[in-house]
């Protein structure tokens, strides 16, 4: 039931949105997030995006993943 | 594709892994992580983690498939509101094969029952409106990542003034949970992979209990391998440099300390806190949603009577031990001897986050050490 990858915003009409990932597009209920805007990354469950990934924390995992890695070596 | 290759990147998983060994050097005790959720459990399956992680680390599933946890009374009283006359059942599909005390949904559907399988609960919602003269029950089952969809179909339904959606209300919650299965003497844990998108609805403050009241670290976890093995990694430098327990966010891209206040909103709106049985941990104190007053017209246990038979267990199958963490499936008779994804006997056997389903599917890339 849990959908657990991001998919891109790709068309907003109201409430409704359509989320691609790769070649699959979904529909999808925006009526739980505030603000979006096309190009931002959807969590979805069940037909609804349920938050915006935060693109600025995706790399800041990455990052301190990283340098905690580099360090070890 | 982004966000997801590089959480699943080998060189670095392992690196971590690593790492994780390397902290565990000097640290003589097992020990025993839970992981929540079943979407976590698959992953863990899926990508060989378990075989990886150095052998002084228990990984546990928990309660966190939402229709294992979901007792025969349910299914059984769902069953029987299928049965009914000009009813049309709407649910998620994972629901429709778990076998209840005598029969399934599945096999009333091949009867003269009408069961319909939805993606979304505005299907449910769509279904209500095109069959205006039947009485369409939809079977919410669910944790807080639901509960504001259903919300959400509840307050549509009654602004479209439809007066045959109704919702069979089975929905949980996890932190009550959690805290049942601290309190269970029979259980130990030291430490808790928190689901990642249960708390991207409800943030992190409802967990704070785990480290304030019971000294337990957590951390609340993504769903790809590299997700998983940093939130080990995270819990691990807790235990071993003996922190002081606290609740930490490894899934920083989708959960906030607060979570999201306009879900939480809705689901304050529609429902309240009630106690709930859940299969293998019985009943605990406010873990269970039930719908409010001002919404009792949409609410099928209010509105709709129904005869239920009594309710049986079938004994053979442990599932409620595996889901409490004290047994796992191949310590149950049944499994793959008579209890497979095709003929499953019990409720974590059926649903996709089953332990069951994820150890007949993946066993011999996952626990073949046992
Ligand atoms: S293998 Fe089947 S019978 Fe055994 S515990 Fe799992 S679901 Fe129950």
Redesign the pocket.
Known sequence: MCLAVPMELVEIKDNIGVARMGEVGIEVHLGLLGDVKLGDYLIVHAGFAIQKLDKEAAEETLTLLNELLEEAE | MKYIDEYREDRTIRKLIHKISEGLKHYNNEIVLMEICGTHTMSIFRSGLQRLFPAEISLLSGPGCPVCVTPNAYLDKAIAYSKLQDTIIVTFGDIFRVPGSSSSLEKENAKDSDIRIVYSPLDAVKTAEKNPDKNIIFLAVGFETTAPLIALSIRIAKRRNLKNYSVFCGHKLIPPAIKGLIQDKEINIDGFILPGHVSTIIGTQPYQFISNDHHIPSVVTGFEPLDIVQGVYILISQIVNHETPKVQIQYTRSVKEKGNSKALDLIKEVFQATNAQWRGLQSIHKSGLKIRKTYRQFDAEEKIEVEVEETKE?N????GD?LRGIKN?LN?????T??SPEN???????SSE???AA??KYADIGRDDE
């Open positions: 079938n053979n199958c442990i599932c595996i499936p149950c008779k049944l499994f793959r008579i209890c499953p006997i019990g409720a974590c056997m059926v089953g332990t069951c150890y007949y």
